[in-house]
């Protein structure tokens, strides 16, 4: 192979700053058949030895020692390495294309991309969209959050839930971003499904710690997924065929090399769900759509939207009624956004964007007896819309220091409860009540990240400042960000990481059936923002020149100001004044250690996750003000995922998870008064459900065809049958006395609900 001592170089070093750079070049590194940019890609001067990775928009800003006989490598994981020597009549910009494959070398081992030992993070899962299409899935279709669930310091909240609750964390205190925007509940009916469809997906990245001063706004975690622009030069349809739903996926051109689109459709085409609850009627979709432009080698223009929901419907006819109950939700996302490289130095992005949210049930149910007719008609809306403005700008100073910056501005337009109830009795109407709420509130950032690399010292220190305001209420904190990279060799290093959070809206949930029945409310004059101050500590290597990485963290989280409603109570009546229902003032204590080894190259690749953890809340009037284990508290979490390839036809996953059970509140004591039993709960969350485990397996049979690929992907999920709980409930089994008069009630006794046992799926995909 060619340039095998620049590449032992490269796999022997970090990526370093240099005092002697003199020069700057900068330019976007691309994908050289689709023209898709590559985000996180290599570029590394071979004279000077300095080195930097491409932004979310494929854009690099790199100091050079000089143009005469320079050698810029390109490389990014999966994409052949290029090596070259810029034109020095265009000593500013260069533009470069990667082609797909890897080169194989009996000896070398060329690192791809910056390996775990050099990047200026701590907390950060990313997972290859290709390793995630390989994975074991239910009903046939892989997921982007069903894998993030099976990584350290990430439970999925129970089986067949589509959320994220990160390090003790809740799912509404996740920031969920799809190309900069928003979204505020990702999850289909019966969480078996996320919203995003992985075949329209570029990137993904979760934080759970260590966050850069550029995100904002929640407290546990940032989810950043990128959608893919479209094919530059030709056009192309992939699709899938499977048991729980259909997708398909266009791209290609609109002005060949400036201009191209893609667009994916997803929709339910078998109504498995008919199998398993009679009368029930469900549908759903998510369509992606994006249109890129390249309107010079300095400008570019990206349009970006999302629209998804959920129909739930519930029927039931007798002699005497008709009843109907249905259930929707959805986002709804757009968003515009302009990329600028002021100078090759300085590289701006503006965004205006809107996102909204909404859930709507409606009740219906008709009664007739004789002459006798009634109608009752119930209808509850609720939801947000944001208007956004965001403007964030790269600068590359001097050599070894980088500022980034940027301004955030949000309209949020909360709708707590719109709700109209009538009844119709023998055609007059005899009840319309009507109520409909909606607050405004405002919600303005601004940040800077100063990014100092020597060497032997990185560190991006930043600070975020945030003013809400809702009606006479106004909050406003100053939130400081570090992290830390020490390299201790080239393949050791220490990384530290301080990050205050703060949030300005809160989550009343009732999450039951797979539906949601969530309520967003922003601070008010009674109820604080949340805010939470996590430190971390973590050490990383890397083995076998960069083929395998691992990282050990520790991490303590404390979280203020956090509500739970007051037991027994609900938002039912109670809309107008919400805060009387809810415990304010709650405190969270997380941490924990997360060891993560992952294979990241090679005909094996996958990740062994261990977590060890605790996460505990407490409230002054709950509990007796005594701690106690938050719902999804894990005490322990293991994690293994393997994928091998047998040959280039075939390919098999296997995933297995154990973790403790999750904490429950079960009746201590039981009496009898007047005829009536009352049950005693004593401690909150004090009992545990049964640990769960449950192993995965899968075969992918891809090949190629005259017209173009496909691939057949068979999946068992629960292989050995494991009876994981879902949730516990009392019930009374009731038998015969033997007289076969009166019926004998036996005692009260604690029942295990199980959602899946052993199922296998299969899926069909194709590409053309």
Same mark, same amino acid.
């Given at each position: 192979?060619?340039?095998?001592?620049?590449?032992?170089?490269?796999?022997?070093? +970090?990526?370093?700053?240099?005092?002697?750079?003199?020069?700057?070049?900068?330019?976007?590194?691309?994908?050289?058949?689709?023209?898709?940019?590559?985000?996180?890609?290599?570029?590394?001067?071979? *004279?000077?030895?300095?080195?930097?990775?491409?932004?979310?928009?494929?854009?690099?800003?790199?100091?050079?020692?000089?143009?005469?006989?320079?050698?810029?490598?390109?490389?990014?994981?999966?994409?052949?390495?290029?090596?070259?020597?810029?034109?020095?009549?265009?000593?500013?910009?260069?533009?470069?294309?990667?082609?797909?494959?890897?080169?194989?070398?009996?000896?070398?081992?060329?690192?791809?991309?910056?390996?775990?030992?050099?990047?200026?993070? @701590?907390?950060?899962?990313?997972?290859?969209?290709?390793?995630?299409?390989? !994975?074991?899935?239910?009903?046939?279709?892989?997921?982007?959050?069903?894998?993030?669930?099976? @990584?350290?310091? *990430?439970?999925?909240?129970?089986?067949?839930?589509?959320? !994220?609750?990160?390090?003790?964390?809740?799912?509404?205190?996740?920031?969920?971003?799809?190309?900069?925007?928003?979204?505020?509940?990702?999850?289909?009916?019966?969480?078996?499904?996320?919203?995003?469809?992985?075949?329209?997906?570029?990137?993904?990245?979760?934080?759970?710690?260590?966050?850069?001063?550029?995100?904002?706004?929640?407290?546990?975690?940032?989810?950043?997924?990128?959608?893919?622009?479209?094919?530059?030069?030709?056009?192309?349809?992939?699709?899938?065929?499977?048991?729980?739903?259909?997708?398909?996926? %266009?791209?290609?051109?609109?002005?060949?090399?400036?201009?191209?689109?893609?667009?994916?459709?997803?929709?339910?085409?078998?109504?498995?769900?008919?199998?398993?609850?009679?009368?029930?009627?469900?549908?759903?979709?998510?369509?992606?759509?994006?249109?890129?432009?390249?309107?010079?080698?300095?400008? =570019?223009?990206?349009?970006?939207?999302?629209?998804?929901?959920?129909?739930?419907?519930?029927?039931?006819?007798?002699?005497?009624?008709?009843?109907?109950?249905?259930?929707?939700?959805?986002?709804?996302?757009?968003?515009?956004?302009?990329? =600028?490289?002021?100078?090759?130095?300085?590289?701006?992005?503006?965004?205006?964007?809107?996102?909204?949210?909404?859930?709507?049930?409606?009740?219906?149910? =008709?009664?007739?007896?004789?002459?006798? $007719?009634?109608?009752?008609?119930?209808?509850? !809306?609720?939801?947000?819309?944001?208007?956004?403005?965001?403007?964030?700008?790269?600068?590359?100073?001097?050599?070894?220091?980088?500022?980034?910056?940027?301004?955030?501005?949000?309209?949020?337009?909360?709708?707590?409860?719109?709700?109209?109830?009538?009844?119709?009795?023998?055609?007059?109407?005899?009840?319309?009540?009507?109520?409909?709420?909606?607050?405004?509130?405002?919600?303005?950032?601004?940040? @800077?990240?100063?990014?100092?690399?020597?060497?032997?010292?990185?560190?991006?220190?930043?600070?975020?400042?945030?003013?809400?305001?809702?009606?006479?209420?106004?909050?406003?904190?100053?939130?400081?960000?570090?992290?830390?990279?020490?390299?201790?060799?080239?393949?050791?290093?220490?990384?530290?990481?301080?990050?205050?959070?703060?949030?300005?809206?809160?989550?009343?949930?009732?999450?039951?059936?797979?539906?949601?029945?969530?309520?967003?409310?922003?601070? $008010?004059?009674?109820?604080?923002?949340?805010?939470?101050?996590?430190?971390?500590?973590?050490?990383?290597? @890397?083995?076998?020149?960069?083929?395998?990485?691992?990282?050990?963290?520790?991490?303590?989280?404390?979280?203020?100001?956090?509500?739970?409603?007051?037991?027994?109570?609900?938002?039912?009546?109670?809309?107008?004044?919400?805060?009387?229902? *809810?415990?304010?003032? +709650?405190?969270?204590?997380?941490?924990?250690?997360?060891?993560?080894?992952?294979? *990241?190259?090679?005909?094996?690749?996958?990740?062994?996750?261990?977590?060890?953890?605790?996460?505990?809340?407490?409230?002054?009037?709950?509990?007796?003000?005594?701690?106690?284990?938050?719902?999804?508290? =894990?005490?322990?979490?293991?994690?293994?995922?393997?994928?091998?390839?047998?040959?280039?036809?075939?390919?098999?996953?296997?995933?297995?998870?154990?973790?403790?059970?999750?904490?429950?509140?079960?009746?201590?004591?039981?009496?009898?008064?007047?005829? #009536?039993?009352?049950?005693?709960?004593?401690?909150?969350?004090?009992?545990?459900?049964?640990?769960? #485990?449950?192993?995965?397996? %899968?075969?992918?049979?891809?090949?190629?065809?005259?017209?173009?690929?496909?691939?057949?992907?068979?999946?068992? /999920?629960?292989?050995?049958?494991?009876?994981?709980?879902?949730?516990?409930?009392?019930?009374?089994?009731?038998?015969? $006395?033997?007289?076969?008069?009166?019926?004998?009630? #036996?005692?009260?006794?604690?029942?295990?609900?199980?959602?899946?046992?052993?199922?296998?799926?299969?899926?069909?995909?194709?590409? /053309?």
């Amino acid at each position: 192979m060619k340039y095998i001592w620049i590449i032992l170089l490269l796999a022997t070093s +970090g990526i370093y700053s240099s005092g002697q750079s003199t020069y700057l070049l900068s330019g976007f590194v691309y994908d050289a058949k689709t023209g898709e940019a590559l985000i996180g890609a290599t570029v590394f001067d071979t *004279v000077s030895f300095n080195g930097t990775t491409t932004n979310a928009y494929g854009f690099y800003s790199l100091r050079i020692a000089s143009f005469e006989n320079a050698g810029i490598l390109f490389s990014f994981v999966g994409y052949e390495s290029r090596i070259i020597i810029p034109d020095p009549e265009n000593k500013q910009h260069l533009n470069v294309g990667l082609n797909p494959g890897l080169e194989i070398d009996g000896v070398t081992i060329r690192p791809d991309r910056q390996n775990i030992v050099e990047r200026l993070e @701590t907390g950060v899962v990313r997972l290859p969209v290709g390793e995630v299409k390989k !994975l074991p899935s239910l009903f046939g279709e892989v997921d982007i959050i069903k894998a993030l669930q099976q @990584t350290p310091g *990430v439970q999925s909240g129970g089986e067949g839930k589509s959320e !994220l609750y990160v390090r003790g964390g809740s799912p509404d205190q996740n920031l969920i971003l799809l190309d900069d925007v928003p979204l505020y509940y990702v999850a289909h009916f019966g969480g078996f499904l996320s919203i995003f469809n992985v075949d329209a997906i570029n990137d993904v990245k979760l934080i759970k710690g260590g966050f850069p001063a550029r995100y904002g706004s929640r407290l546990s975690s940032v989810l950043d997924i990128r959608m893919k622009e479209g094919n530059m030069h030709d056009y192309s349809v992939q699709g899938m065929l499977g048991l729980l739903s259909s997708k398909v996926m %266009a791209e290609g051109p609109l002005a060949n090399g400036k201009s191209s689109f893609m667009f994916s459709a997803r929709h339910n085409t078998v109504p498995v769900f008919r199998a398993f609850n009679d009368g029930m009627e469900y549908r759903f979709h998510d369509i992606n759509a994006k249109v890129n432009y390249r309107l010079s080698d300095k400008d =570019r223009v990206y349009a970006s939207f999302y629209s998804g929901g959920d129909n739930v419907g519930f029927k039931k006819r007798t002699e005497l009624t008709d009843m109907q109950h249905l259930n929707s939700w959805g986002n709804i996302m757009g968003a515009l956004r302009w990329n =600028r490289v002021i100078n090759p130095s300085l590289f701006a992005n503006l965004t205006i964007a809107s996102t909204n949210y909404r859930y709507i049930t409606h009740f219906e149910n =008709r009664l007739k007896i004789d002459t006798l $007719s009634r109608e009752i008609n119930s209808r509850i !809306l609720t939801g947000i819309n944001d208007l956004l403005f965001k403007a964030d700008l790269d600068y590359d100073i001097t050599p070894g220091y980088d500022l980034k910056f940027g301004v955030n501005a949000t309209h949020h337009s909360f709708l707590p409860n719109n709700e109209n109830y009538s009844i119709t009795q023998n055609g007059l109407l005899t009840i319309d009540e009507t109520y409909n709420s909606k607050v405004a509130a405002r919600e303005y950032s601004v940040y @800077t990240e100063n990014i100092w690399n020597a060497g032997w010292l990185m560190i991006n220190a930043g600070l975020r400042y945030s003013y809400f305001n809702e009606g006479n209420t106004g909050y406003s904190s100053f939130d400081p960000r570090i992290l830390i990279n020490i390299p201790l060799r080239n393949d050791l290093a220490v990384k530290y990481s301080f990050s205050q959070m703060l949030q300005y809206i809160h989550l009343l949930n009732y999450s039951g059936a797979g539906m949601p029945s969530s309520y967003w409310m922003p601070a $008010s004059g009674n109820i604080r923002p949340s805010r939470s101050i996590q430190n971390s500590l973590g050490l990383v290597k @890397t083995f076998y020149n960069g083929n395998y990485e691992l990282s050990v963290e520790s991490y303590y989280k404390k979280m203020d100001h956090l509500i739970e409603f007051k037991p027994g109570e609900s938002l039912v009546g109670h809309l107008s004044s919400w805060e009387e229902v *809810v415990e304010s003032g +709650g405190k969270g204590n997380n941490y924990g250690i997360e060891v993560f080894l992952q294979k *990241v190259s090679g005909r094996t690749t996958g990740w062994a996750g261990i977590t060890l953890s605790r996460a505990l809340r407490r409230f002054e009037q709950l509990n007796n003000g005594r701690s106690f284990a938050f719902t999804y508290d =894990r005490p322990v979490d293991i994690n293994l995922v393997w994928n091998y390839e047998l040959h280039e036809n075939m390919i098999v996953s296997m995933a297995w998870n154990y973790g403790s059970g999750y904490p429950v509140t079960l009746a201590t004591e039981r009496f009898v008064i007047d005829n #009536h039993e009352v049950l005693i709960y004593n401690e909150r969350n004090a009992s545990r459900m049964r640990d769960f #485990h449950r192993l995965d397996l %899968a075969v992918n049979f891809p090949a190629k065809t005259r017209w173009g690929e496909r691939n057949w992907s068979v999946s068992i /999920f629960n292989v050995y049958n494991r009876k994981n709980p879902y949730h516990y409930f009392y019930n009374r089994e009731i038998g015969s $006395s033997g007289t076969g008069v009166d019926p004998v009630y #036996h005692d009260l006794k604690l029942y295990q609900r199980t959602m899946f046992g052993f199922l296998p799926s299969f899926a069909f995909s194709f590409k /053309f």
